[in-house]
C-alpha cells in the first residue's frame, strides 16, 4: 500500500489549501482514509477522516466547518480542502488508511504518507 500526499505550500490567513492522497496497492472500498497533523513540539492529531464506502465523515471540533474530506473513487484519491486557514493550522499533514472502522487514534492506522508541509501566515 503507498499513500502519496501533495498539495501542501505556504499561505496566508484566511487563505485555503487543497492536500491531495493518491493511494495505491490494494482496493480501499473497506478502509477508511484519515488525515493527521503534527506541529513542531507536538503530538500527531486527528484532523478528519472518511469511510471509503458510503463516505461518512468526522471532523477534529478545531477544523470543523473550516475543513472538508471528500474522495473520488475513479481516481484512488482523497483530498482536504481547507478554507479559513489560521496560523494554529500549520504543521505537516499525513494522510492514512486503516481498515474497518474511524479511529481518532495514530496508533490505529496502518499505513501513512510521507507528509507535506502546511504553513500559515499571520
Known amino acids: 500500500v503507498q499513500l502519496q500526499a501533495s498539495g501542501g505550500g505556504l499561505v496566508q490567513a484566511g487563505g485555503s489549501l487543497r492536500l491531495s492522497c493518491v493511494a495505491s496497492?490494494?482496493?480501499?472500498?473497506?478502509?477508511?482514509m484519515g488525515w493527521f497533523r503534527q506541529a513542531p513540539g507536538k503530538e500527531r492529531e486527528f484532523v478528519a477522516a472518511?469511510?471509503?464506502?458510503?463516505?461518512?465523515?468526522s471532523y477534529a471540533d478545531s477544523v470543523k466547518g473550516r475543513f472538508t474530506i471528500s474522495r473520488d473513487n475513479a481516481k484512488n484519491t482523497v483530498y482536504l480542502q481547507m478554507n479559513s486557514l489560521k496560523p494554529e493550522d500549520t504543521a505537516v499533514y499525513y494522510c492514512?488508511?486503516?481498515?474497518?472502522?474511524?479511529?481518532?487514534?495514530?496508533?490505529?492506522?496502518?499505513?501513512w504518507g510521507q507528509g507535506t508541509q502546511v504553513t500559515v501566515s499571520s
Open positions: 472518511i469511510m471509503w464506502s458510503g463516505g461518512i465523515t
Open positions: 492514512t488508511a486503516r481498515p474497518g472502522g474511524r479511529s481518532y487514534y495514530s496508533y490505529e492506522y496502518d499505513y
Open positions: 496497492g490494494r482496493t480501499f472500498s473497506s478502509y477508511v
